[in-house]
């Protein structure tokens, strides 16, 4: 079946602009995770989601990050006035709650976003 | 505060040779550990995971890793290397009765040599 997907895989934005990121989880996952990948380091959490609330943000660097996950499927991470600090690979990541697997996390590809 | 240690950042063996990926963790609780590998311009795919029970936990293409509680260790190994298995290995925790958050160590990248 299809996996988790991200859009766009590549973005470059200047200095101060908005920015979207857009995660499809996998069909029936309830459990999504936003995460931020640096050069040369693990993921970082920023968030994670079950059904359609955020169950916890502590992740989020600062009020200029947000995400949404409206019907409990797709998620956008959104951050505002970029900064270069921001550049990094955003990853998105489902699991299917109950399920004897729950704690199995299914990565989609990634965003690169590079702020200049 | 949580974290994962992975203090080899290159490992390299010659193919057909047993490997290990080395990781130890600190909670506050207990754990739940899991491995994840990376492959070049693709995203990460589990290989096994810790959450009870038996210690030795195997998990896909012949992976295998030991919970030690002790040592707050959890080595990922295999008994042959194979140059497929060459890749990028996480090791992540996360906090088995409160925690939401998986913590991911910085990664090991793994070389095998035909």
């Known amino acids: 079946g299809a996996g988790v997907s991200q859009t766009p895989s590549n973005k470059v934005t200047e200095k101060g602009k908005y920015v979207e990121l857009r995660c499809d989880p996998i069909s029936g996952h309830t459990a999504l995770y936003w995460y931020r990948q640096s050069l040369g380091q693990g993921p970082e959490f920023l968030i994670y989601f079950q059904g359609t609330g955020a169950a916890d943000d502590s992740g989020l660097p600062n009020d200029r990050f947000f995400a949404v996950r409206p019907e409990g499927s797709v998620s956008t991470l959104k951050i505002q006035r970029t900064e270069r600090g921001d550049s990094a690979v955003y990853l998105c990541?489902?699991?299917?709650?109950?399920?004897?697997?729950?704690?199995?996390?299914?990565f989609g590809p990634g965003t690169r976003l590079t702020v200049t | 505060a949580q974290s994962v240690a992975q203090p080899e950042d290159q490992v390299n063996v010659a193919e057909g040779n047993p490997l290990t990926v080395k990781c130890t963790y600190s909670?506050?609780?207990?754990?739940?550990l899991f491995w994840y590998v990376q492959y070049p311009n693709r995203g990460l795919q589990f290989l096994l995971k810790y959450i009870t029970g038996d210690n030795l936990v195997k998990g896909s293409y012949g992976f295998e890793a030991e919970f030690n509680k002790s040592q707050t260790s959890f080595h990922l190994k295999k008994p042959s290397a194979l140059v497929s298995d060459s890749a990028l290995y996480f090791c992540a925790v996360r906090e088995a009765d409160t925690g939401n958050q998986f913590y991911f160590g910085t990664g090991t990248s793994l070389t095998v040599i035909p």
């Open positions: 909670v506050s609780g207990n754990p739940y």
């Open positions: 990541a489902s699991s299917l709650q109950g399920a004897v697997n729950f704690y199995e996390q299914y």
